[in-house]
């Protein structure tokens, strides 16, 4: 099943700044839901493992998250793939983009995602929405880590 999600948030920090924390794994490992382990392998490379419930399935997933199409500091693609087991599987790609405005940063991206296994037959509404919460948290917690840290 695939599925496609954007937005924006505005961020009260110099784009710098929020460059900065998009590729601290502490500050990502904070802000991620769910997230257990957090640990460079590469210069732009991660393993990660990360505890998530859609609906009535609850897996633990582990995969790798790669950095690519760099632009400091103006934003990169992300892309992620896991395994959660008999859950089935989660792949995503984002492209995140960083905007000087109104004396912080606008951070827009654009989300690519598919799931297979018993997490695709939860349904489309379901997958979505849940996908929507856990971006909504994530952004919530980086605003947060961002307005905590000088």
């Known amino acids: 099943m695939a599925m496609t999600m954007n937005g ?18 502490e500050v990502l490992k904070a802000c991620i839901p769910g997230c257990e382990e957090l640990t460079r392998t590469d210069a732009n490379e991660f393993q990660a493992v990360a505890r998530m419930k859609i609906g009535p399935v609850s897996a633990r997933f582990k995969g ?28 995503g790609d984002a492209t995140v983009v960083l905007i000087d405005q109104d004396g912080g940063t606008l951070l827009k991206y654009d989300v690519e995602a598919q799931t297979g296994g018993k997490l695709a037959q939860l349904g489309q509404r379901l997958i979505g929405g849940t996908a929507k919460k ?3 948290e994530f952004f919530a917690n980086f605003a947060k880590a961002i307005q905590e840290q000088p």
């Open 64 to 91: 790798k998250v790669t950095l690519s199409d760099l632009d400091p500091p103006n934003g990169y693609r992300i892309s992620g793939e896991g395994e959660g087991g008999v859950a089935g599987f989660a792949r």
């Open 134 to 136: 856990l971006a909504d």
């Open 8 to 25: 924006e948030v505005q961020l009260p920090a110099s784009r710098e700044a929020v460059w900065a924390r998009l590729n601290d794994p």
